[in-house]
């Protein structure tokens, strides 16, 4: 199964196309533009089509077809490596085959269990970690693999140095645009360019990517797999009437992903605090439900929910209810504990239990 194709932008392909035709396509490109427009997905068209073996011939948009066009529309091409931010690993130094084999895991988790490639943006603190960096730099191999050339996408660029205010990260990086394997092509994007080093920022051929105009958008949510994707997060507070979800995407697809994911962070967060005063038995079963591996990703957005739920909590009951307002106070400790616990990497069944019961016994 194939993810949902990229609807638009088709003067900046037609662009990207003809410097491929003419060989004149930078080594190092910045695809920049406001947050959910389609840069990641465009950066792994981009790829695409230098890989397919048509476009590679003829100077044409990808052919669909091909073996390459195959691989790379089920994001599975061996010549296409995608980096994006990601919750840390709990091994600090980890080793490239780790860290290769965690951002597989997430490109299985932005692909989807439909496999149609609808994706939430990523949790506020993952990162781009220097272990990151340092495994893509060595466990890349002498030559592509199937290909005659390969690209590496980095999404969300700017989280490159989100940690002890270090810039290793992006220095690390900051080598391989100095002296980029051989046959590599490489695609930032990023919707704050700003944030990127400045030497990064100059090494990079900028390319802006603008929202997608209606006729476009509507393009876009007329495809099944989206109509169906949207359908299912109606509880999460998706609007059905399409004009009202062509407002809240603003021209940005990846927008409406990125407000419903909230919405049912904010939802499993709800049904989190009602489990603790629901007795031992049912806490058992809220956390059993987390699962014992998954989407860490949703379970750091979960976390967040947590702590922005209990801090509204206690403010509601600031003034009628002091002693639920200060157990709402003193559960964010137990959140932040939680957090620090999933970051560790553990399991997402045992850290939600332990919430529970901290905040059930009101532990700071
Ligand atoms: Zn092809």
């Keep these: ?5 990229l609807i638009g932008h088709d003067a900046v392909r037609e662009r990207l196309l003809a410097r491929i035709r003419e060989q004149a396509l930078p080594a190092s490109l910045l695809l920049h533009g406001p947050r959910g427009v389609g840069k990641q997905r465009l950066a792994l068209w981009l790829a695409q089509a230098m890989l397919c073996d048509v476009a590679r011939a003829n100077g044409s948009a990808p052919c669909g077809t091909c073996s390459h066009c195959r691989l790379a529309e089920r994001w599975e091409h061996p010549d296409i490596l995608w980096v994006f931010p990601r919750p840390r690993l709990s091994d600090g130094d ?3 085959e780790a860290v290769l084999q965690d951002l597989a895991e997430g490109v299985a988790e932005r692909r989807g269990k439909k496999g149609h490639g609808l994706y939430a943006p990523p949790a506020g603190t993952d990162g781009i970690y220097v272990a990151t960096v ?6 890349m191999a002498p030559a592509p ?17 989100p940690q002890e205010g270090s810039d290793q990260a992006a220095n690390a990086f900051l080598k391989l645009l100095e002296e980029p394997p051989a046959s590599t092509t490489i695609v930032l994007t990023s919707s704050e360019p700003g944030a990127l080093l400045p030497t990064i920022r100059s090494r990079v051929v900028a390319v802006r990517v603008a929202p997608l105009p209606a006729g476009e958008m509507r393009r876009f949510l007329a495809q099944e797999p989206v109509a169906e994707a949207l359908a299912a997060l109606g509880k999460a507070g998706m609007p059905v ?6 407002a809240l995407a603003g021209g940005a697809p990846g927008a409406l992903f990125a407000a419903t994911s909230r919405a049912a962070a904010f939802r499993d967060a709800a049904a989190l605090v009602e489990s603790v005063d629901a007795g031992a038995a049912q806490r058992y079963r809220t956390a059993f439900a987390r699962g014992a591996a998954g989407a860490r990703g949703a379970f750091s957005d979960l976390l967040d929910a947590t702590t922005d739920l209990l801090a509204a909590q206690a403010r509601e009951a600031a003034a009628v209810a002091p002693r639920v307002a200060l157990r709402a106070a003193t559960g964010a400790g137990a959140v932040e504990r939680a957090k620090e616990r999933a970051n560790q990497n553990a399991i997402p069944q045992l850290v939600t239990a ?9 532990r700071a």
């Excluded at 199964?1 to 194709?5: A, G, R």
């Excluded at 693999?145 to 140095?161: C, N, Q, S, Y």
């Excluded at 009437?241 to 062509?246: S, Y």
């Excluded at 332990?354 to 009101?362: P, S």
């Design 94 to 96: 980890a080793k490239p």
């Design 241 to 246: 009437d399409e004009e009202r979800r062509l």
């Design 145 to 161: 693999a199937l290909a005659r050339h390969r690209v590496l996408v980095v999404g969300d660029a700017e989280r490159m140095v």
């Design 1 to 5: 199964m194939s993810v949902v194709p």
């Design 134 to 139: 340092r495994a893509v730099l060595r466990g």
């Design 354 to 362: 332990r919430l529970l019961r901290d905040l059930a016994e009101g």
